[in-house]
């Protein structure tokens, strides 16, 4: 007998939930801090959807409580393969959180777009050309400097 | 602007998978691979933990393969914090509670974390979760005395042998003619603690290259001070 | 699957889902790491439920217990381990010297 609200819907839009909210985190945050956050939200809904994937109606954990026959057990290999995602999924964080403290010590700040910006422009000091104006602030904002002919054919073989 | 199109893009995505997800007959898989186990599994391994015949047994090479991806992990990550600085002078001590709450987990959060792993093929539990727990164990007290330090060589010693020794119980495996990681020495004694053979072994070398690997990981990231 | 463990299910599911959506839309950093904890959190009771007891135990200690930890250790690092009402927390958590993380 199947209740109204059907137990299948509730975790599918859980867990397929989680992974929508975890990407739109993904994109919209502009704190790379969020991003992190975000991503790892996405991920416990992926683990969730591998554990549904290996579901079975009135089925007992993969133990052993008796001897001989037993009665019929969830999918076990999904299971395990979620036990190491999960693992895996911390180490990546923590090397995630590392690179935003190099970053941090680096720029100074998390906000996507300004740590971007320096990137930007610690990379185009470093090889010698003009910096690029910033793509997210008008044009019309500043005069575009005056650049010498040879650094335009740089920026032209550049881009 | 930007913002409406990427929450039209995650809705709609949800949507879309929702919609796929629905397809899937749920509480019904298959289990080709998943019921072969089930039958065999106990005879093979001699674990009545399913999933740790699954983790250790069938697919042991894969666990190698995710213990080699934390290891680079975690390197990784202590080699992007770069060089430790002293910061013993400037973080504060801990509380009387913290402190000597502390000292007393310390025993009985080894005895559980041992406990889970060495019972990883009877009961749930393992070696992942038992090595996060010691790992814990050895964090709590940097919590408390910030001007402590782990002993990173220690913690070396301790992870390349753990996982040095899955790797040789592996290869112990292919030198009697098995295949690598295949589980030996099986007795056929289900629910006994000495059973499953070199399961319970390469849990405990799991579980101490997972604890050693994370509290040098903890105790990086909470003693390099940023200098901002 | 009987009736208590379906609105268990439903009860976990919502409390899962607003977490995830107030990881995202609460200001403070502390408060967005606790609701990501609490996230793991519920999972791993949802995985209790749907018969998983190693992921669960798995889910429970690294999701919940030690990613809050990294990610709380990095909020002191990253200096953004700022509690709402400074004037509040004093003498709470430590004795002295409160505030040299408060960049």
């Known amino acids: ?159 | 602007m930007r913002n409406l199109t990427s929450l039209l893009f995650a809705g709609g995505l949800g949507f879309m998978l929702l919609a796929i997800a629905s397809g899937l007959d749920f509480g019904a898989p298959p289990m080709l691979v998943g019921g072969a186990i089930q039958s065999t599994a106990p005879q093979e391994t001699g674990a009545t933990n399913i999933v740790t015949s699954v983790v250790l047994g069938y697919r042991g090479i894969d666990t190698l393969g995710e213990l080699s991806i934390l290891f680079a992990a975690a390197a990784a990550a202590g080699l992007v914090l770069g060089r430790r600085h002293t910061t013993a002078g400037t973080l504060t001590e801990g509380g009387f509670v913290l402190k000597h709450g502390g000292a007393m987990l310390f025993p009985l959060l080894m005895t559980i974390g041992f406990y889970i792993i060495f019972h990883g093929h009877l009961t749930p539990g393992g070696g992942f979760q038992g090595g996060v727990i010691l790992a814990a164990a050895f964090f709590l007290p940097l919590l408390a005395r910030p001007g402590a330090r782990l002993h990173h060589g220690m913690l070396s010693v301790i992870e390349g042998f753990a996982g040095s020794s899955f790797i040789l119980i592996g290869l112990a495996a292919l030198s009697e003619g098995e295949a690598f990681l295949q589980p030996m020495l099986v007795q056929d004694t289900l629910g006994q603690l000495v059973s499953a053979g070199t399961l319970p072994l390469l849990y405990l070398a799991v579980g101490l290259k997972v604890g050693a690997e994370l509290a040098g990981l903890l105790s990086h990231l909470a003693q390099t001070e940023s200098e901002v | 699957m009987t009736q208590i463990e379906l609105w268990m299910v439903m009860l976990l599911a919502l409390m899962v889902l607003s977490a995830a959506v107030m990881v995202l839309l609460v200001k403070n950093h502390i408060a967005a790491v606790a609701a990501a904890s609490v996230v793991s959190l519920g999972l791993a009771l949802l995985f209790v439920l749907m018969r998983a007891p190693d992921v669960a135990m798995t889910e429970a200690a690294v999701g919940a217990g030690l990613s809050s930890l990294i990610l709380a250790l990095a909020l002191r690092r990253l200096g953004l381990w700022r509690v709402d009402g400074v004037k509040t927390q004093v003498n709470l958590i430590k004795a002295k010297g409160e505030g040299h993380q408060d960049a």
């Open chain 1, 1 to 159: 007998m199947m209740p109204e609200i059907s137990l299948e819907l509730i975790l599918y839009t859980t867990a397929l939930g989680l992974i929508s909210i975890g990407l739109a985190g993904v994109v919209l945050s502009r704190h790379l801090f969020r991003m992190v956050l975000a991503l790892v939200i996405a991920e416990a809904g992926a683990n969730l959807m591998l554990v549904l994937a290996g579901y079975r109606w009135d089925a007992v954990a993969p133990i052993l409580t008796t001897l001989g026959e037993h009665p019929p057990m969830v999918d076990p290999v999904p299971q395990a393969m979620v036990l190491t995602a999960i693992v895996i999924g911390v180490g990546i964080q923590a090397l995630a959180v590392s690179i935003l403290i190099r970053i941090r010590q680096r720029y100074g700040t998390l906000d996507r777009s300004q740590v971007a910006e320096r990137m930007d422009a610690e990379i185009a000091d470093t090889a010698g050309i003009p910096r690029d104006v910033s793509q997210e602030s008008p044009l019309g904002e500043r005069p575009l400097p005056s650049l010498p002919d040879s650094t335009v054919e740089i920026r032209g073989g550049h881009s």
